[in-house]
């Protein structure tokens, strides 16, 4: 039984962090066709001064995400104490 909760809970976390990740990606890909437009738009505007590029239309961005199957998910808790603690009841 206790494994099976363990198993319960880690199916649980996975799939919210599955969730946030996805929120995180689509967050992500506003941002650089934001970024994107907004370099565009500096570009015109220094067209238009005659002046030189920006600097900022030379970056490149590279996303990548590495998403772990879910049977790669460890529990192991690393915030629970290593030492045995007597119970009081």
Same mark, same amino acid.
């Given at each position: 039984?206790?494994?099976?909760?363990?198993?319960?809970?880690?199916? %649980?976390? #996975?799939?919210?962090?599955?969730?946030?990740? /996805?929120?995180? =990606?689509? &967050?992500?890909?506003?941002?650089?066709?934001?970024?994107?437009?907004? $370099? %565009? +738009?500096?570009?015109?505007?220094?067209? %238009?001064?005659?002046? +030189?590029?920006?600097?900022? &239309?030379?970056?490149?961005?590279? $996303? &990548?995400?590495? $998403?772990? /199957?879910? /049977? /790669?998910?460890? $529990?192991?808790?690393? &915030?629970?104490? =290593? #030492?045995?603690?007597?119970?009081?009841?």
């Amino acid at each position: 039984m206790g494994t099976e909760r363990v198993l319960a809970k880690a199916r %649980k976390l #996975a799939k919210r962090l599955a969730n946030k990740i /996805d929120e995180l =990606s689509d &967050s992500l890909e506003d941002l650089e066709l934001e970024f994107a437009m907004l $370099v %565009k +738009t500096i570009d015109k505007l220094e067209s %238009k001064q005659g002046s +030189t590029k920006a600097v900022a &239309s030379d970056v490149q961005i590279d $996303v &990548s995400i590495d $998403v772990q /199957d879910e /049977d /790669d998910f460890d $529990v192991t808790n690393t &915030s629970a104490p =290593s #030492a045995k603690v007597r119970r009081k009841f």
